[in-house]
């Protein structure tokens, strides 16, 4: 005789305590009205419900499908007995399958067939606990079986582990691209872009497909040392994927060479195995570097088009194009520091630099929020609190000779985070060309509390980067 509670697939049994389950819901979410009160008073018993959900799972009790998940390539098998109605709430793909049987067989990955108790868990509870190595078989669990919600959950996950350092950036990128989740591809490209020399010095950077070297490659956004780091990587990265030689080629003509002084520029044409197997490639690259670095750019500017991607720096760490900047306990007052870039990259500029003045207040107020403490009829009127500001960073030449004629300045402020031991970039912000200051810098962050997002060890991490932008001149005729 079955036990008390079961019933076979199929019975009626499986309905009652289906509907026993609506009624919980249901006297979990409504309002009594106690004492004539206008508005209800909630009973909320949310709470035992999960937990009997959670027993309905584990004991099988009334369960009128059974699901056998077998790991492709072996012989395991796990077996769910579970619940058509639970299920199918959630899919309807589970709701289509099990529309008519009360059994079926499932093929998984392995890795998806190791986490599907998770997955069923969530259909039940709503709720689970994700790893970092379990995210793309979940992720790709809820896209097979069209559970959308979990979908989004496990996708926020990802983003939110990247932005702290901590996920497979490459690995999730490649997924993200597969299964076309644009926003969880940003998100990576966006990170690799932000902490590309913490990547190119991990396993990571062997796993980087062509396609994804590309994207990379094409951004001006990139944070590393300079721009012979970049090469540097990219022929480590040929040595080891050895792609046909159109990729290997067109890969070498996305490197900046103006970026790169002439003495490495040397020493690369003598030394590297990429340009040795591939330098007519790039011969006309390596000329036109040299032509640049030879002139001064108000010269060269009137014979060639400088408004190309080759004389645009990317965000170079180097001492060159900037500095850090570490402001302990920024909440408390305003501070100030100064530094100095050089004018621009070309070698006829290599000795003329820059100073910067920069200004951090952490409370800034805009004019509109400004105490004010009288209107027009002389009424008092409370003055803004100073929470009511926000942080502000201004950048400004110390002299205004600071310009040269065909270049401008853009800014960019790097914001750090520890993550494993490292400092990885979190945050970006960049001026526009004549601003002197970002005008969404810090805008969401609470520098009062220890641990934000935004703070290190109580302290902001900063790196101020200067990059020359040049402008085509009026050309002389040829």
Not at 25 to 31: E, L
Not at 289 to 317: E, I, M, T
Not at 427 to 455: K, T, V
Not at 459 to 472: D, F, G, N, R, W
Request: proline share 6%.
């Amino acid at each position: 005789m079955p036990k008390r509670g079961y019933s076979k697939p199929g019975s009626w049994g499986s309905f009652w305590a289906m509907l026993t389950l609506v009624g919980l819901v249901t006297r979990a979410a409504q309002r009594a009205d106690v004492g004539g009160e206008a508005a209800g008073t909630s009973i909320n018993h949310s709470q035992a419900v999960l937990q009997r959900l959670q027993e309905l799972l584990r004991q099988g009790n009334a369960s009128d499908v059974v699901l056998r998940v077998q790991a492709a390539g072996t012989d395991e098998v796990r077996v769910f007995h579970a619940h058509r109605l639970l299920l199918g709430l959630h899919s309807e793909l589970f709701r289509e399958l099990l529309s008519n049987q009360s059994e079926a067989v499932l093929q998984e990955p392995r890795d998806c067939a190791a986490v599907f108790d998770k997955f069923i868990r969530y259909l039940y509870c709503g709720e689970l606990t994700v790893l970092l190595t379990q995210a793309i078989p979940l992720h790709r669990l809820a896209t097979k079986y069209g559970v959308a919600s979990l979908q989004r959950g496990v996708a926020d996950y990802m983003r939110a582990h990247l932005a702290g350092g901590a996920g497979p950036a490459v690995g999730w990128y490649h997924y993200a691209v597969g299964t076309g989740d644009e926003a969880l591809r940003e998100s990576c490209l966006q990170f690799l872009a932000w902490n590309l020399s913490a990547v190119v010095a991990s396993a990571e950077w062997g796993a980087v497909s062509p396609e994804l070297l590309w994207q990379l490659l094409q951004r001006s956004d990139l944070v590393l040392q300079d721009e012979l780091e970049l090469f540097q990587a990219l022929e480590a990265w040929l040595g080891r994927a050895r792609p046909p030689p159109a990729v290997a080629e067109r890969a070498l003509r996305a490197i900046r060479y103006p970026m790169i002084p002439p003495a490495q520029l040397f020493q690369l044409q003598a030394r590297s195995a990429a340009l040795a197997r591939h330098g007519p490639a790039v011969a006309d690259l390596l000329l036109q570097a040299y032509q640049f670095h030879a002139a001064s750019p108000l010269h060269y500017a009137k014979f060639f088009d400088v408004n190309g991607s080759s004389f645009l720096p990317r965000n170079y760490l180097a001492p060159a194009w900037g500095a850090p900047w570490v402001i302990n306990n920024p909440a408390r007052d305003d501070r100030s520091t100064s530094f100095q870039t050089q004018l621009g990259p070309s070698g006829h500029d290599a000795g003329r630099r820059v100073t910067w003045n920069v200004l951090f207040s952490p409370r800034w107020l805009p004019v509109s929020l400004r105490p004010v403490y009288a209107d027009a009829a002389g009424t008092a009127l409370p003055a803004a609190r100073p929470e009511d500001g926000r942080p502000r960073l201004v950048v400004t030449p110390a002299s205004s000779g600071g310009d040269a004629a065909g270049v401008s300045f853009q800014k960019t402020v790097l914001v750090g985070a520890r993550q494993q031991g490292r400092l990885l970039v979190r945050h970006a912000y960049s001026f526009h060309q004549s601003s002197e200051e970002a005008g969404d810098f810090l805008a969401h962050a609470d520098l009062q509390r220890r641990n934000s997002e935004y703070l290190v060890e109580n302290a902001l991490h900063l790196h101020l980067i200067v990059k020359p932008v040049y402008h085509t001149l009026i050309r002389t005729p040829k």
